[in-house]
């Protein structure tokens, strides 16, 4: 099992930019959040996704949205980049029902944004 | 309001005990765990507790929570070199698998 596996690694994109990550779950696991680490920061929730939609969502600008595919590995879009939004974005999975709250994250992917 | 706070450096001597604070608003919250990140890697579990508990001890590691003042302890023993990393407390409501961090406390042995 490969655990939860994101791509790219490292991003870099300029100011104004688009940008697009991506997540797989870990195997049997169908709930994706995604969080946004800044420098020197704890992680912080963007929103989480389940069956396809948006089930919650953190103080984030519509700026960043997501999706979910039916193999339940997520996307995480972030239009009109920022210098700000530069950071480590993990996404983390689990099974909705589990007996046992522990979500396994990511290793993240590292977004510069020039 | 969903806030959670620990103290931002701890240096301690290898072989000594570390313990590393957190405070924490919600009193909703359910579970509460304690994450290792080292530089350049994600996140790992250490451990947790739920909130119907007031302690819980693995292997080195013991979590203390006391409900009533909202605080949360990690104790590691005989700390070592390896331990050096950043600590993060985070709380959950149960069910919403939305986790809340605190802002890490950076842990550092002396050998």
């Known amino acids: 099992d490969a655990g939860v596996t994101q791509s790219p690694t490292h991003l870099i994109k300029t100011r104004g930019q688009q940008v697009t990550l991506r997540c797989s779950p870990k195997s049997g696991h169908d709930t994706v959040s995604w969080y946004q680490q800044a420098l020197g920061q704890g992680p912080q929730f963007i929103f989480q996704y389940y069956e396809e939609e948006e089930r919650q969502r953190g103080n984030f600008p519509d700026r960043f949205s997501g999706h979910q595919f039916p193999n339940y590995s997520s996307e995480l879009n972030v239009n009109a980049l920022l210098l700000g939004d530069s950071a480590l974005y993990l996404c983390?999975?689990?099974?909705?029902?589990?007996?046992?709250?522990?979500?396994?994250f990511g290793p993240g992917t590292r977004l510069t944004v020039l | 309001g969903e806030d959670v706070e620990q103290s931002l450096f701890l240096s301690v001597r290898e072989g000594d005990s570390s313990v590393i604070n957190c405070t924490y608003t919600d009193s909703s919250s359910t579970y509460l765990y304690w994450y290792k990140q080292e530089p350049g890697a994600g996140l790992q579990l250490l451990t947790y507790?739920?909130?119907?508990?007031d302690m819980k001890q693995d292997q080195r590691l013991t979590v203390l929570l006391n409900k009533k003042d909202k605080h949360l302890s990690l104790r590691i023993a005989d700390t070592q070199t390896g331990d050096s990393a950043i600590y993060f407390c985070a709380e959950e409501t149960s069910g919403t698998y939305k986790y809340i961090f605190g802002t890490g406390t950076r842990l550092k042995v002396l050998a």
């Open positions: 507790i739920f909130s119907n508990m």
């Open positions: 983390a999975s689990i099974k909705t029902g589990s007996n046992y709250n522990e979500q396994f």
